[in-house]
């Protein structure tokens, strides 16, 4: 044993609280070093010297304060931190999680419906279904999941009023999608909103093998409207958005 | 016929009950329960905080909010735990909040600050009664104790005052500051073997005597 390892064993050798072992280990230590001897001794008298510290008292009145500020209340009133624990109580905290159980849910809900409001899956009849019953109303209304519906023959108004939304107008109509397509392309006259086809460079593709004939190409190659998703088959075509965000470009390659 | 203070005394129905059973009677409202505790603890929890922050005044408020505390938690004390570990665990927190306290305003807490904070007139130390019998020699070393016990870091004081002043087992210490028997054994003697350094001198001049 070591002077560093018998050091950590003075208080238990004090106290008495030493294996056999570890005792006759530690004596054999100090009989051999003087130092750690005399430091035992010395421990042996800091602890009395310790226990020799008077109590300290409180003053006469303590008892009579302490029972005064109760009975004034002020000093009742529970810290930040105890009315934290008490309202963290799984009580108290059990309607909290159900609301919001409650709420998440709902989000859930609405998040599931709402891309089968746009995007069903059992065809686009039911969404056409859907969307019609709105396109008769006499006014614009905005529906619960933010679709504005539109009166009929309103859809290039509204295309050119509200770009966002004007697709959906299209959406509504019956109209074959290319005439969709062509009547969107037709409000974009003194409108802010910028339709992707109108970004392709069709100046420089005389150096581009595949946009030698631009018409060619929107018709053929690529459907660029934006936001758009044939669904339908080229004929019948119902145009459903793909997403709301307006600098999405989203290129369907067949 | 007057009845003798020393009956009343005998006939107090707290008197031979447990602080965990005068404590449950505390939390049904009975304000004798309440002092009852009040006045079995106030020395040692005065003493505790005192030695924990060597402030007599500032401890006294303290000891007066750890019972303060006692009472407003009343019902959340359950009788399975001992009275004596719940109550010290309150006066150990509260303490530990006072000397972080002390530490965010001066940046640090030593004793040396103190004594610049009293010009030098002396420490505000807990000798709370004159103590003229006392021999000056003993009562030089009481202070020279106290202040070696208020230098050395709050972690071992802490351990070390609750062992050696409050007197309470290891594994008491352990629930009370939360951390395991083999560290409550390291820290106590740890803080022993500070409180040897500092006092090696009055040790000498102790045996010289």
């Known amino acids: 044993m070591n002077c560093r390892s018998a050091e950590s064993l003075y208080s238990a050798f004090i106290e008495d609280e030493l294996s056999q072992e570890e005792q006759r280990s530690l004596e054999a230590h100090l009989m051999g070093c003087r130092r750690c001897s005399v430091a035992v001794k010395e421990l042996r008298e800091t602890l009395v010297l310790m226990s020799a510290l008077p109590t300290v008292e409180t003053s006469p009145h303590f008892e009579e304060e302490v029972f005064d500020r109760i009975r004034s209340g002020e000093a009742l009133r529970p810290t930040l931190i105890e009315w934290l624990s008490d309202f963290w109580t799984a009580a108290r905290l059990r309607p909290v999680f159900l609301g919001g159980a409650a709420v998440c849910a709902l989000w859930i809900a609405v998040i599931v419906a709402r891309p089968s409001t746009f995007l069903p899956s059992g065809g686009a009849g039911q969404n056409r279904e859907a969307a019609a019953p709105s396109s008769n109303s006499p006014n614009g209304a905005l529906t619960s999941s933010g679709d504005v519906a539109t009166a009929p023959g309103t859809e290039t108004a509204n295309a050119a009023s509200a770009p966002v939304f004007g697709p959906r107008a299209a959406l509504a109509s019956s109209a074959p999608a290319g005439a969709s397509r062509s009547a969107n392309r037709g409000s974009k006259a003194g409108d802010d909103f910028q339709w992707v086809d109108s970004q392709v460079p069709v100046a420089a593709a005389g150096s581009d093998s595949a946009l030698r004939d631009p018409g060619a190409r929107f018709q053929d190659e690529y459907i660029i409207d934006q936001f758009y998703l044939d669904r339908g088959g080229r004929d019948a075509a119902p145009i459903v958005p793909v997403s709301g965000n307006s600098t999405d470009d989203v290129y369907i390659t067949f | ?209």
């Open chain 2, 1 to 209: 016929m007057p009845i003798e203070p020393l009956r009343l005394k005998k006939l107090d129905p707290l008197a031979d009950l447990s602080d965990e059973d005068v404590m449950e009677r505390c939390a049904t409202g009975s304000e004798a329960g309440f002092r009852t505790l009040v006045q079995r603890y106030r020395s040692r929890i005065m003493n505790l905080v005192c030695r924990f922050i060597n402030d007599r005044d500032r401890a006294e408020e303290i000891a007066q909010e750890v019972f303060l505390r006692v009472f407003r938690n009343r019902e959340r004390y359950r009788k399975s735990g001992k009275f004596s570990t719940w109550i010290f665990t309150i006066a150990v927190n509260l303490t530990k909040n006072e000397i972080r306290s002390r530490v965010r305003h001066r940046g640090t807490y030593s004793l040396d600050a103190m004594e610049e904070e009293t010009g030098g007139q002396g420490l505000p130390f807990p000798d709370w009664k004159p103590l003229p019998d006392q021999d000056l020699n003993a009562r030089e070393i009481q202070h020279k104790v106290s202040e070696a016990l208020a230098k050395i870091p709050p972690r071992y004081r802490e351990a070390v005052v609750l062992r050696d002043v409050e007197g309470l087992s290891y594994e008491e210490v352990g629930e009370i500051l939360r951390i395991p028997g083999g560290t409550v054994r390291s820290r106590i003697n740890r803080a022993r073997l500070m409180l040897k350094d500092r006092l090696k001198a009055h040790i000498s001049l102790e045996e010289d005597v």
